[in-house]
Structures are given as C-alpha cells and as structure tokens.
C-alpha cells in the first residue's frame, strides 16, 4: 500500500499565537520520534483534514518538510480538535524507521454476519475494540476485521487466539482474552425478574387468604 503524502513546513509561530494560524487555514504541528529532537510544524488544515480521514492511526505518512530534501516516515500520534466546534486544535506526528519494528494498536472491525444473532433477545458481547501488535511500519494493517459468520450457537465466543494475521506481524495480548461473544443475558434476566415477580405474587395472595397467627377463622352467624 503506497504511503499518503503530506506537506509541512517550520513553524516559528508558538503558544497562544497559534490561533492567527488557524485563522489562516494553518494547522500547528509537531513530530516527535526515538532519539529524534521534536520540531515544530505547521500544515494546511484542509489537507491535514483529508489526510488524517484516510489515515487514522495506523497509515503511514510520507511527511515532507519544505526545508529537506528528504521525506520523513509517520504517524499520526494524536489529534487534538476544539471541543464545541470540532475543528483542527493541534497534531502529533511520530517518525518511525521503516526497517524497525513498532508497537500500534490498531482498531477491530467486526464483518459479516452472526447465524446464532437470530433468536430472541440475544446479543453481541464486546471484549475489546482494538488489538495490540508490533511489525514493520510498511505491515501495519489499517484495520483488523473479525468475521462473525462462524458464530452460530449462544455462548460461542472468539479470543484472540482465534484471529489470523500476517506471519510477519506479532500479537502483544493474551491469546485467551475475549474479543466477542454471543450471549443471551438479556433474556436471562428478564426470566429472573418474572419468576420472582410470579413467586411474590403468590406469597401475597397466600398471606391475604392464611387467618391471622392465632386468631380462629370467623363462623358464619347462626339462623335465628
């Protein structure tokens, strides 16, 4: 998969001066890395915009500053937008090298269908959304989908250790943590709460009709 490219330039520009920057259209920037100096960037909002739709946190970026010659490898480390307006506040870029290993976590995306999903009142169990792994930059996924067609009967589950992925890339989780399960608890629960509405119901209405603790049951009157 060929890497997205993106333009930057120095920014001299700092603290709370930045807002005339993003005035301009200007996104301020910085890029971090192993052993790396961090440098303070700026890019177009409109193309920054566009590129971290496409790339999340798992593409890796092409970043060319206008002041090298050379492209620089990247990720987006962390986006920071303005709570009410949502618009660009601030991005992290962090540098790799392309012949060594880094740790991500990229997101689970679930596909295809559940059979067991068609009786009444069951659901899906959710383990955990993302999974932890570490490879080459060039072999990070942009995702990892998780079929659920074999899921077919309740209590069917899939683990980590059921997930395929490429030779090359390696798994940092526990091979027996919960990625998804088919449960009916849901139903469960509202059997519980009906046999125990139906057993005080019937413990009232025996109360009602039992006499009083030692007190006898009234006589009718006599026929004068």
Known sequence: MEDLKLQ????EVVGKKTSVLRRQGITPTHLFGHNLKSLTLQCDTGQLQRLIAQAGKTRLISLKIDTEKQARSVFVREVQ???ITRQLFHVDFYQV??????AVDVPIVFVGEAPALKGKGRMLAHGI???SIACLPDSVPPQIEIDLSPLEEVEQAIHVRDIVLDPEITVNADPEQLVVKISEALVKIEEEVAVEAEVEAEEVEAEAEAPAEGKAPEQPPAES
């Open 81 to 83: 937008r303005d709570a």
């Open 97 to 102: 090298k392309k012949s060594e290993k880094i």
């Open 129 to 131: 959304n993302s999974l």
């Open 8 to 11: 930057a330039a120095p920014r």
